[in-house]
């Protein structure tokens, strides 16, 4: 039983830490496409604002 006991714990452990490790990646993932996609927008806007001043 108490082997038993402690793979139960070593399992929760695991998946606990598997769990925060996705969510870790996952916020990370959103942070850089987020990140991404402001680069883009600026990057976008000035392209815009440049051909506006050429005009």
């Known amino acids: 039983t108490v082997t038993l006991l402690k793979r139960v714990k070593l399992l929760k452990r695991v998946t606990l830490l ?3 490790k996705l969510l870790k ?3 990370l993932l959103k942070r850089v ?3 991404k996609r402001v ?4 990057s976008s806007l000035e392209q815009q604002d440049s051909v506006v001043m050429r005009q």
Do not use: Q, T
């Open 18 to 20: 598997k769990r925060v």
């Open 25 to 27: 990646r996952v916020k």
């Open 33 to 35: 496409k987020l990140l």
């Open 39 to 42: 680069k883009l927008l600026r």
